[in-house]
């Protein structure tokens, strides 16, 4: 059985999150997403709109994902170990970093090849907040006709 990994924050679920399942769930058996939780999220310097508890239960129930699990820390070799993950799933904006690089060579030896997706254009969860943002100064309830 072919296990692949794939992790991140999942706030305000959207389209490229549906096409990343889909993609990896294509390359393997079964699926598991890491949720990162909200105290790592903080210590990123970044806070979710959508609590953990929330954020885990939809990608949980999202068709293209057999589980998901807590992401605690940063260490997804150690994860990958764990879970018996043999794929590792993540954005094509790593691709070609030295980080990534040497993350590759690392999870090589292990037996676990880092399969890089493209991102979704246009749309991503930092531009949905963005607008919910500039949509949320405007006062929406005023129908006064001013």
């Not at 305000?12 to 790592?40: P, Q, R, W, Y």
């Not at 806070?47 to 605690?72: G, H, L, N, T």
């Not at 170990?81 to 999870?107: H, I, M, S």
Request: net charge neutral.
């Amino acid at each position: 059985m072919i296990i692949g990994y794939t992790t991140g924050v999942y706030d305000l679920f959207h389209i490229g999150h549906i096409n990343l399942f889909k993609s990896a769930k294509g390359m393997c058996d079964k699926l598991i997403v890491g949720v990162t939780v909200d105290e790592l999220v903080s210590y990123k310097g970044k806070q979710a709109m959508i609590p953990f508890e929330d954020r885990i239960e939809i990608v949980r129930s999202c068709k293209y994902v057999d589980a998901a699990v807590p992401q605690y820390d940063m260490d997804k070799l150690t994860a990958c170990k764990k879970l018996g993950a043999t794929y590792l799933f993540v954005g094509d904006d790593w691709y070609g970093t030295e980080k990534w690089t040497n993350y590759e060579e690392e999870f090589a030896k292990e037996g676990i090849k880092i399969i890089y997706f493209p991102y979704t254009k246009g749309i991503s969860s930092t531009k949905i907040a963005d607008s919910l943002q500039s949509v949320k100064g405007k006062n929406l309830n005023d129908h006064s006709g001013k």
